[in-house]
């Protein structure tokens, strides 16, 4: 009867501490459903100091505190193959509406915040034709793709 009752308070103490201890991880998005989604560059458009671009295709995955940049090598920007360069991260909670994206396996970082429903993209960039480490800015909206529609990846290429 005591090894019942011990088993059963046990259980009740497990279920009840949740078992997890994920907590309220920083680098978790999840309590911001505004961030979550999928979006797209508006426009194909985007702005550095100097330089303004057209035509690139590129889309955000945001979800549970991971970003993914799907940019589509066959655009008229990039004028490349037909596939996507894929690229992984974890989005860090800046604190309100602004985030930090860190490439998994790499220093560099860039810099998100939600403006008038849209997702803002700012960072360094370098051009073959520019200053190097230029300031730039995209603007990206919600999409209604799916992820399935990026595809083939051109690592698999």
């Given amino acids: ?14 279920i009840g501490c949740g078992g997890g201890g994920s907590g309220s991880s920083k680098s978790d998005t999840s309590d911001n459903k505004q961030i979550q989604g999928l979006w797209s560059l508006a426009g ?4 550095a100091t100097g330089y303004k671009g057209t035509g690139d295709e590129r889309y955000l995955h945001i979800q549970e505190g991971r970003l993914t940049i799907y940019d589509y090598k066959g655009d008229s920007f990039d004028q490349g193959d037909n596939c996507y360069v894929i690229l992984s991260g974890s989005l860090v909670s800046k604190g309100g509406d602004n985030y930090e994206f860190r490439v998994f396996g790499s220093s560099s970082s860039r810099q998100y915040s939600i403006e008038n429903s849209r997702l803002i993209e700012r960072g360094m960039i370098n051009y073959e034709d520019a200053d190097n480490n230029t300031p730039y800015h995209f603007i990206y909206e919600t999409s209604d793709l799916s992820i399935s529609d990026f ?5 698999s290429k």
């Fill in 1 to 14: 009867m005591n090894k019942a009752v011990l088993l059963t308070l046990t259980v009740i103490t497990l």
């Fill in 44 to 47: 194909g458009e985007f702005e």
């Fill in 151 to 155: 595809s083939p990846d051109c690592a």
